[in-house]
C-alpha cells in the first residue's frame, strides 16, 4: 500500500513539474504568429503608400494635356465676330459649334492655300473616327502618292484599294503600285482597315468569264484571292464590283456563286467580302437571291448601288440624287416593298455614292455618251468652277446644280435630309481623286467631310 501511495505521489509531482514547460511551449509558439501578422500589416501599409503615390504622379502628368486639350478646343471654336478660314457654304443641321466651322463661309483676307493648311491641322487634331463605315475607294497609285494627306484618311474607316484583275490566275494590274498602296497604309495609318477592290469598272468581262465559268475555276480563282489578301496584309477583306454581272456567261447568277465562295472561304481566314449590288433592278435581284444562303452573315457586305441611265455606261456609280427617289419613292408598291425587304435585314446594307457622279438636264447637240466621256476628263469640273459657274442648292429635292454652257449636272448635297441614310449601315464613297484630292470645287475634302458629318448624325437613331 505505501509503494503504491508513493508511486502516485511521483506521478502527481512530475505532472505538476511538466505543466509549466507546458506553458512555455505555447508561448513560444504563439510567439510566431503575432510577429507575422505585424509584418503582414506593415506590408499593406507600404503597399497603401505607394499605390496612393502612383495615382498622385499620374494625376501631376495627365493635368497638363487635359488643360491643353480643353484651351484648344476652346481656341478651335470660332468667334461670332471674327471670319473662320472654310470655304463651303451649305445648309447646316443641328451640330456642335466645332461642326459647324467646316460650313462657315469665308469672311478673311487669308489666302485659300493658308486657310486650306490650317483646316487639315485642325482635322487631324478634332475629327473623331467615323462611327459608322466608311468605305474609300481610290486607286492604287494614288494611295501610294505622298501628296495624298492624311486629313482624308480621318473621315474613312476603311479604304478600298482598286482595283486587281481577275483572270484565271489572279493577275493583278498594278502589282507595284498595289504592293507600295498597301505598304503606306500599313505603317502610316493602321487604324485605318484595308480593302482589296476587285473587278471594277475597267474589268475585262471575258476573262472574268473564263475564271468563273465552272465551279473547279472559281474554287481555284479563290484560293487565289484569298492568298492574296492574307500575304499583302488585307486585314477587312475584299470589295467585289462588277457592274455588269449580266454578261458573265450571260446569267447574273454567276457573280452571286463567286461571292458566296469567296466569302465562305475568306471567312475561314476571319476575313469578310462585300459586294456591290448592280443598279439594274431585275439584275439586282438576281444577284441578291444567289447570295440568299450568307446573307445574314457577319462576313457578307451588301452595298446597293444609285440608278441613272446616262452615266451608267461610263461612271463606277451612279447620281446619288437618284438614291433620294430610289429608297424614298421607289418606281411602284413593289420595287419600293422589295427595297424596304431588303434594308430590313438589319445593318448589313450599305449604299455606294460618288464624288463625281451627275446625271443630265440639258444636253447640248451631239451624243450623250461623247458628253459624259468629255466630262470625265475634266477632272474635278474645272469648267464648273471658274467664274460664276458654282454649285448652287436646289431646293425642290435638296440637290446641288452646276452649269456649264448649254449642259447642265446635277450632283448631291450631303447636307440635304437624306432620308436613306438613316437606314443603311454605311457608304461606299467612289470616284474622290476627281473630286476631293485636287479641290476645285472648293477646299479639298469638302465632299467627304459633308458625308462624314451626315452619318455621324444618323449615328445614334
Not at 342 to 363: N, R
Not at 394 to 403: E, F, I, L
Request: one cysteine or more; charged letters at 25%.
Amino acid at each position: 500500500m505505501a509503494s503504491q501511495r508513493t508511486s502516485q505521489l511521483r506521478d502527481h509531482f512530475s505532472a505538476a513539474r511538466r505543466s509549466p514547460s507546458k506553458l512555455k511551449q505555447r508561448k513560444h509558439t504563439a510567439a510566431p504568429e503575432h510577429s507575422e501578422s505585424r509584418w503582414n500589416r506593415f506590408l499593406m501599409i507600404v503597399l497603401s503608400s505607394c499605390l496612393v503615390s502612383s495615382v498622385t504622379a499620374l494625376g501631376l502628368l495627365l493635368a497638363p494635356l487635359i488643360a491643353r486639350r480643353y484651351f484648344y478646343l476652346k481656341r478651335a471654336q470660332p468667334d461670332a465676330d471674327a471670319g473662320t478660314a472654310d470655304v463651303w457654304e451649305a445648309p447646316v443641321l443641328d451640330k456642335p459649334r466645332f461642326e459647324q466651322r467646316y460650313y462657315q463661309q469665308s469672311r478673311s483676307n487669308a489666302t485659300p492655300r493658308r486657310a486650306a493648311s490650317g483646316h487639315r491641322s485642325f482635322l487631324a487634331e478634332v475629327v473623331p473616327r467615323p462611327k459608322n463605315p466608311i468605305f474609300c475607294v481610290l486607286e492604287a497609285k494614288t494611295v501610294a502618292k505622298e501628296g495624298v494627306g492624311s486629313a482624308l484618311y480621318r473621315f474613312c474607316s476603311h479604304i478600298v484599294v482598286c482595283c486587281g484583275a481577275v483572270d484565271q490566275s489572279w493577275l493583278d494590274v498594278e502589282g507595284d503600285s498595289l504592293s507600295a498602296a498597301v505598304s503606306r497604309l500599313r505603317s502610316r495609318y493602321p487604324d485605318v482597315q484595308r480593302v482589296l477592290g476587285i473587278g471594277g469598272p475597267s474589268a475585262n468581262v471575258t476573262t472574268m468569264t473564263r475564271a468563273m465559268e465552272n465551279s473547279s475555276k472559281r474554287a481555284r480563282l479563290v484560293n487565289n484571292i484569298v492568298s492574296t489578301l492574307i500575304s499583302l496584309g488585307f486585314d477587312w477583306g475584299s470589295l467585289v464590283h462588277v457592274p455588269r454581272p449580266e454578261q458573265l456567261q450571260g446569267r447574273p447568277e454567276t457573280l452571286g456563286y463567286f461571292v458566296e465562295a469567296l466569302c465562305r472561304l475568306a471567312a475561314r481566314a476571319s476575313l469578310r467580302t462585300a459586294v456591290i449590288l448592280p443598279a439594274e433592278p431585275d439584275i439586282e435581284a438576281v444577284v441578291y437571291e444567289s447570295v440568299r444562303p450568307l446573307r445574314g452573315s457577319h462576313y457578307l457586305t451588301l452595298i446597293k448601288m444609285t440608278e441613272a441611265a446616262d452615266a451608267r455606261p461610263f461612271s463606277a456609280s451612279h447620281s446619288p440624287c437618284s438614291i433620294f427617289s430610289k429608297f424614298n419613292h421607289g418606281a411602284g408598291p413593289e420595287k419600293a416593298g422589295k427595297d424596304d425587304a431588303i434594308m430590313s435585314q438589319g445593318s448589313k446594307l450599305f449604299a455606294g455614292l460618288s464624288a463625281a457622279a451627275f446625271e443630265f438636264d440639258a444636253v447640248r447637240e451631239g451624243s450623250a455618251a461623247t458628253e459624259v466621256l468629255r466630262f470625265r476628263r475634266i477632272a474635278s469640273r474645272t469648267e464648273l468652277c471658274r467664274g460664276d459657274k458654282g454649285w448652287k442648292v436646289r431646293r425642290s429635292d435638296g440637290c446641288v446644280v452646276a452649269s456649264s454652257g448649254s449642259l447642265s449636272w446635277v450632283a448631291m448635297d450631303p447636307q440635304s435630309d437624306w432620308g436613306f441614310l438613316s437606314k443603311v449601315r454605311g457608304v461606299v464613297v467612289f470616284d474622290i481623286e476627281f473630286d476631293d484630292i485636287l479641290g476645285k470645287c472648293g477646299p479639298p475634302y469638302s465632299f467627304m467631310r459633308s458625308v462624314y458629318l451626315v452619318l455621324e448624325s444618323n449615328a445614334g437613331r
